[in-house]
């Protein structure tokens, strides 16, 4: 098998703003073993720009089970008359020549797109790839690393999670965002292989796209789970099918039972991970101050379905009688990001689009005045903030502990070596402003005129405030 090269997004190195990416992402048979059953890619320029997509379902073969219906809503009969992927292949590689490919949850992803490429016996060279997990956990502190949470915290819309398109889509946007919002690089220096064309001019078999689902609580829930995978990507995959089940609302014991069957043949244990994410469930859903009934009912629901109904014992509810904060964001900056990524991780819900339910509306600075949201919020009585104020009004630790720099429009921060200059200056002026000072009291002292002695004074004062003036960090 040829594996990708591992290039990674990150904070500076080798600029990235004119390199294209094709995001790819896999719909698969299970966690271990599996075939991949749909592919969806989607090539983009680093702002964002779409130059082209490229999506079908994929026949493992006429003995592979198509895996989990309830999760990924593919039957067996809907890849009959697909392409194998190897006749895929070919029109996949039109895609991603001459870009990266980018891929969410990359080691984990990858093995499924390597084992189905040993199949074809097709020899590729090593191809650039970069994970968007890996960079989104450098960029933002969230609670958790789920393509739909890094999304919500990069302001990117909601998506039917169910599509590999519409996930290859967003992943897209998120390698654009950290890019062009937060300044990230490739880690090394580019080069791009030389792939082989392969004929095409298959049928490819697309499923239609439907809408996202609308957001639930649940689903706001779910973005602001604490959430860790221990470095184990195939436990972060299926942690991620479990929150695609759940978020759904419609958990069935059918369900429940192809995720126990993926995770038993992928050697997760099964009892221990529900019980650990239904616990966590409950702990962000207590932390908001109160279940109500309907909040109990869902959790027990969830718990019951997924066998761990001990991890709901003893919940108690009320009515809530205040309305929790709900925080809208609004901007595509660096500083919009971070609050939006701190408001997750403090456990706040995070809103996608103004309704009344929302308490605070947060702006950022490329927001125009002219924005109807603003207008609306007011007349709502939603209280509107800067993103500056919204951290100390929400009670936030700021400035934010993650990743982020500073928009275009923003004053740059001061190379580390211009601040070191300064400070030299600075701490010369005030010795200097010491000096001269000292020698001002000696003159008045040995008989020097009053007035002359006052102007060399005033003379070391102003140096030594201009010396700490130029010690001061700048502000915000």
């Not at 199949?119 to 960079?135: D, I, K, N, R, Y």
């Not at 339910?357 to 007011?378: F, N, Q, T, Y």
């Amino acid at each position: 098998m040829t594996p990708l090269e591992g290039l990674r997004l990150s904070a500076g190195g080798f600029p990235a703003r004119s390199t294209e990416f094709t995001a790819l992402e896999l719909i698969t048979t299970g966690l271990r073993p599996g075939h991949v059953v749909e592919l969806g890619a989607v090539r983009v320029r680093s702002d964002g720009t779409v130059l082209g997509e490229f999506s079908t379902l994929v026949n493992p073969g006429w003995t592979a089970d198509a895996g989990p219906l309830h999760l990924h809503r593919i039957a067996r009969r809907d890849l009959d008359d697909a392409p194998a992927f190897g006749e895929a292949l070919g029109e996949l590689l039109d895609l991603c020549r001459g870009s990266v490919l980018a891929m969410h949850n990359l080691p984990f992803q990858q093995e499924f797109l390597l084992a189905d490429l040993a199949e074809t016996g097709v020899q590729l060279p090593v191809m650039p790839a970069v994970c968007t997990l890996s960079a989104a956990r450098e960029a933002l502190r969230l609670p958790n690393y789920h393509l739909a949470t890094v999304a919500g915290a990069l302001g990117i819309g909601d998506y039917p999670a169910h599509l590999a398109l519409a996930k290859a889509r967003t992943c897209a946007f998120v390698v654009s965002s950290l890019i062009t919002t937060h300044g990230f690089g490739l880690t090394a220096e580019l080069q791009l292989p030389d792939l082989p064309e392969i004929s095409t001019g298959l049928r490819v078999i697309r499923r239609p796209e439907t809408p996202p689902e609308e957001s639930t609580w649940l689903t706001e829930l779910l973005a602001r789970m604490p959430v860790t995978d221990g470095g184990q990507p195939m436990l972060a995959a299926y942690r991620d099918l479990v929150a695609l089940a759940v978020a759904d609302r419609e958990l069935s014991p059918d369900e429940a039972r192809e995720l126990g069957a993926l995770a038993g043949d992928a050697g997760i244990a099964v009892r221990q991970t529900h019980l650990d994410f239904v616990g966590v469930m409950r702990q962000v859903a207590e932390d908001d101050g109160v279940i109500t009934a309907a909040e109990a009912r869902e959790l027990s629901r969830i718990a019951n379905a997924l066998a761990v109904p001990e991890a709901v014992y003893n919940l108690h509810t009320a009515a809530r009688t205040q309305t929790p904060a709900r925080v809208l964001v609004l901007g595509d900056t660096a500083e919009a990001d971070g609050l939006r990524a701190a408001v997750l991780a403090a456990g706040i819900q995070l809103a996608k689009r103004l309704t009344p339910a929302v308490s605070h509306l947060a702006v950022a600075d490329d927001v125009p005045h002219s924005e109807p949201r603003l207008a609306r919020a007011r007349d709502l009585g939603i209280v509107v903030l800067d993103v500056r104020s919204a951290w100390t009004v929400l009670g936030l630790v700021g400035p934010s502990p993650t990743v982020v720099f500073a928009a275009a429009n923003a004053a740059p921060a001061l190379p580390a070596p211009v601040r070191r200059r300064q400070l030299w200056t600075a701490r010369a002026l005030m010795a200097a402003g010491v000096l001269v000072m000292a020698f001002a009291i000696a003159a008045l002292f040995s008989g020097a005129p009053f007035v002359a002695g006052l102007f060399i004074g005033a003379v070391g004062v102003a140096a030594l405030l201009g010396g700490w003036y130029l010690s001061e960090p700048a502000a915000p």
